[in-house]
């Protein structure tokens, strides 16, 4: 069988795929429209967001067997017809859930104890000790929605604090030890810290809007290490200026580009982007929370497992 790699990974992923007997091709600077001329040539591809997988790519892999994605989420993909086409897809959401799980920790206890502002003013000389008096975790009750790989591994994260964790998800049953399913409603009503962990689907974009917002009892905290297009960020800025949402930990933007490789859709600086560069109450990093040295050793060697497990090698 053979495999185009459609994007750099760790390289344990095209050795250990060559040790089990698939021939590995590389191809890391075509074009769409290139690649699409040779992809009938392959069994599988393996592609991390570089271009997105639509019903045109699809039909010009007429001897594709499987779709391999290094991270979690298959929105860039057309997952529909490449399933009704018999093309099975792999993804491994199980890779990074830990290094976002410990990012959207940092992120939360950073704001908490305002460590950036902190940091960038001891720089310039500035020493204002009550100015960055922090607040405590502690008493808290975390709202996490959507309760996958991401979402259970933040929940594990806070058990070392006495707060309580609550979450949402449109499935049932997903209750365990470190966290209480609740009612959307009810996650609104109580939640302190509201942390995203979801992914890019129609229910999802631009989930958190104005409305969506003004639906939580009390003022609180937001975390998205999730998607970028989930948060309307001219809503998100009014509700910071208004001190409904007190504070925002963000490592993904609604301006991404869909290969998350570039900030902006556009080469200008949106007018609620300049409000948040700005605000000493967001951290903000570059979609970077499941990027971790381990996370990179982790995604790689899930997707060969599971391509081992689907395609195993016959024997002679």
């Not at 594709?64 to 086409?85: P, Q, T």
């Not at 975790?137 to 964790?165: P, Q, S």
């Amino acid at each position: 069988m053979k495999i185009l790699h459609l994007d750099k990974n760790h390289p344990l992923l095209i050795n250990q795929l060559n040790d089990l007997g698939f021939a590995n091709h590389e191809d890391y600077t075509s074009s769409k429209t290139e690649v699409e001329e040779k992809i009938h040539e392959y069994d599988g591809f393996i592609i991390r967001s570089r271009f997105k997988i639509d019903k045109s790519f699809l039909d010009k892999a007429t001897n594709l067997k499987f779709i391999g994605r290094v991270g979690a989420g298959l929105e860039n993909i057309d997952c529909d017809y490449a399933e009704s086409k018999g093309i099975k897809l792999i993804a491994a959401p199980e890779g990074n859930r830990n290094a976002v799980g410990e990012h959207a920790l940092g992120m939360l206890l950073s704001l908490f104890n305002k460590l950036n502002s902190a940091d960038q003013e001891v720089r310039q000389g500035l020493w204002k000790r009550e100015k960055n008096r922090g607040i405590e975790l502690d008493g808290k009750t975390v709202g996490i929605i959507g309760y996958g790989n991401t979402g259970k591994a933040f929940a594990k994260k806070l058990r070392g604090f006495d707060v309580e964790v609550i979450f949402y998800d449109i499935k049932d049953n997903l209750e365990n030890k470190n966290a209480k399913q609740v009612s959307l409603t009810e996650l609104q009503l109580r939640a302190d810290i509201l942390s995203l962990h979801i992914p890019e689907t129609e229910l999802t974009i631009k989930m958190v809007d104005k409305t969506f917002i003004n639906s939580f009892k009390k003022p609180f905290w937001l975390l998205n290490t999730a998607r970028g297009k989930s948060v309307i960020t001219q809503d998100l800025v009014e509700a910071l200026q208004s001190k409904k949402i007190l504070g925002a930990g963000l490592d993904v933007l609604e301006y991404e580009k869909s290969s998350f490789e570039d900030m902006f859709t556009e080469n200008q600086l949106p007018e609620a982007f300049q409000y948040i560069v700005t605000a000493d109450n967001v951290i903000l990093s570059p979609h970077i929370a499941g990027w971790t040295v381990e996370s990179k050793i982790k995604l790689a060697q899930t997707i060969v497992d599971k391509i081992k497990y689907h395609f195993p090698k016959k024997k002679n």
